[in-house]
């Protein structure tokens, strides 16, 4: 079969439609422009971006080169002094006065709980738990290097100049003694100049809404360049397509990474973390309160002992503290001392009290709990939750 050649209207010979036509506003139809292809370029930066640094060898991009293990002190380590032994001490039992307040407080704070047990019930007995609360804090200094960039705006450039200071050389300001706060510092001589990974050096990227063709298919007409028949589109004046609105016709958009600089400054930064680590434990008392209570309440501070390192207590009438003690500060040392610098720890006791309440309410017995310097309450088993019920 033979084929023969179509001159009309954009079309190419054997009647295959020219992908560049684009028709008069008196053509009878209307072409699509080609689209461009999509050239971005890669999200992550190349590993040849970043320069061989002596001392900063494990140093990536993004993810960080993990925590760096703090180089070995100088000094002797200073080692701990016991504390003074404490007398024991117990906080007197609350009258029966505050534990009727505390449990009328806490009914009145429920929508659907009656009043009357705390009117009408008779307090037949109170029993006073005082709970040891043991807390360890190892305030520690953790590094942190990874590669990072930013546009060059003239920034100096000082790769090389000397070698950089080690990751531990670097001197940072601490906070207070066990508060959590952060620093970044651009390490020295480690920046240099590199084209952008991203737009290659362009400064700029394919537009991703008309992939850099710079306009789009008509919205209205759908591409047909008329309406309803032989009706021109008055949208795009019968081209098929309209000017894109993100790039503004032109294809491409400032490159979101350099800025339009085409270069980048590419640098180690080093994070800086100081973080509070603190551990409870909190001694049994056999009362009934569920343990979980007592994390929301204070207590009163019995013993406080604040050094580099400290001492596991000694002289506490609680074996159990003296075994908490003992513990938490083994596994503190171990835990910290490998990955991060101890600058100070902190161990501190508080007596909690907990008085359980006993009281007899139409002649059945009922419980609860007053609790912390807050006078916390918990009954679980209220007798009394709806108030419709209550004669």
Known sequence: ??????????????????????????????????????????????????????????????????????????HPTPQPQPGSEQPQWNIPSISEATA??????????????????????????????????????????????????????????????????????????????????QQIIKVPYTSSMKSCHVC???????C???????????????????????????????????NCHFCHGQGFKQCPTCHGKQQLLVYINLTVKWTNNSDNYVVEQCSGLDLDNLSQVSGKEVFRDSQYLVYPVMGFPDPAVVNAAQRLISEHQGRFSQTSRILQQRQTIELIPVTKVTYSWKGKTHIYFVYGNEFKVNADNYPATCCCTVM
């Open 1 to 74: 079969m033979d084929y023969k050649p179509i001159m009309d209207h954009g079309r190419s010979s054997y009647g295959v439609p020219n992908p560049g036509y684009l028709p008069s506003a008196e053509g009878p139809s209307a072409m699509f422009a080609p689209p461009a292809p999509d050239s971005q370029g890669p999200s992550a930066p190349p590993a040849s971006m970043f320069d061989n640094m002596p001392g900063y060898e494990g140093t990536v991009a993004g993810g960080g080169g993990g925590f760096l293990p703090p180089p070995m002190p100088t």
């Open 208 to 242: 991703k809404d008309c992939t850099g063709a710079g306009n789009k298919v008509c919205w209205v007409c759908n591409g047909a360049g008329f309406r309803h028949g032989n009706e021109r589109c008055n949208h795009c004046f019968g081209r098929g397509r309209e």
């Open 100 to 181: 009727r307040e505390a449990f009328a407080l806490w009914v009145s704070s429920k929508c659907c709980y009656s009043s009357a047990p705390v009117k009408d019930g008779v307090i037949t007995n109170m029993e006073a738990f005082n709970t040891y609360r043991y807390r360890l804090e190892t305030f520690t200094e953790s590094r942190s290097t990874e590669w990072s960039h930013e546009p060059y705006k003239g920034q100096p450039v000082d790769a090389y100049a000397q070698p950089p200071p080690g990751p531990w050389d670097i001197p940072a300001t601490a906070p207070s003694y066990f508060t959590d706060s």
């Open 200 to 206: 290659m050096g362009m400064g700029r990227t394919p």
